[in-house]
């Protein structure tokens, strides 16, 4: 049931998720102006400093939601390509980590003078979005209505991620020494 919640199991094509990744822009648009208003009303302008704003509860909870809501529709997306979201997420994580390290250890391959990417990060980012955005799915866009509904070939083949649950949950990933 946990794969659901976070969307690993579920599947969603090209164009829910592009509208959906416009609903959550349109969301967090509203909830950020709402965040503002509620900021600006308590204090003056003169005296909003952006240290005050760090430590706001509401500001933690919508990074933590968009976190969590972008992480969600990306799985579901990269489960209807016919990739793995539990590598394709940590490979694409760890290569951001890698990019942000390599970019302020060497600040001439840096974009920008914050030292927070390189050139190769924001690329792969750019191919990654396309991707998600453009790459057709494992099967045809119509073949299925339900995005929690399972595919076609999972009935008659486990996935991929289905069979290392199965190998953990009955002990069988643990190595055997000996």
């Given at each position: 049931m946990?794969g ?6 579920a599947?969603l ?6 509208f ?6 349109i969301?967090m ?9 509620a ?6 302008p ?17 990074m933590v939601f968009?976190?969590?809501?972008t ?8 489960r ?11 490979a694409w ?9 390599v970019?302020?250890?060497?600040p001439?391959?840096?974009i920008g ?19 998600l955005t453009?790459w057709p799915?494992?099967e ?10 399972p595919?076609?070939?999972a ?7 289905d ?8 002990g ?7």
């Amino acid at each position: 049931m946990l794969g659901f919640v976070f969307g690993l199991n579920a599947r969603l094509g090209r164009l829910h998720f592009f509208f959906a990744t416009v609903a959550l822009a349109i969301v967090m648009t509203a909830i950020c102006f709402a965040i503002a208003m509620a900021a600006l009303r308590t204090t003056s302008p003169s005296m909003v400093r952006a240290e005050d704003l760090t430590h706001h509860w509401a500001i933690v909870g919508a990074m933590v939601f968009f976190g969590l809501a972008t992480f969600m529709l990306q799985s579901m997306r990269i489960r209807d390509i016919g990739w793995d979201p539990v590598c394709v997420i940590p490979a694409w994580i760890a290569l951001m980590v890698v990019d942000h390290v390599v970019a302020g250890r060497f600040p001439a391959w840096a974009i920008g003078g914050e030292h927070q990417g390189t050139t190769v990060g924001a690329l792969v980012n750019l191919a990654l979005m396309l991707a998600l955005t453009f790459w057709p799915g494992a099967e045809s866009e119509g073949a299925y209505s339900n995005p929690f509904e399972p595919p076609a070939r999972a009935v008659t083949k486990p996935s991929t991620s289905d069979q290392r649950l199965a190998r953990v949950s009955q002990g069988g990933a643990r190595p055997t020494w000996g």
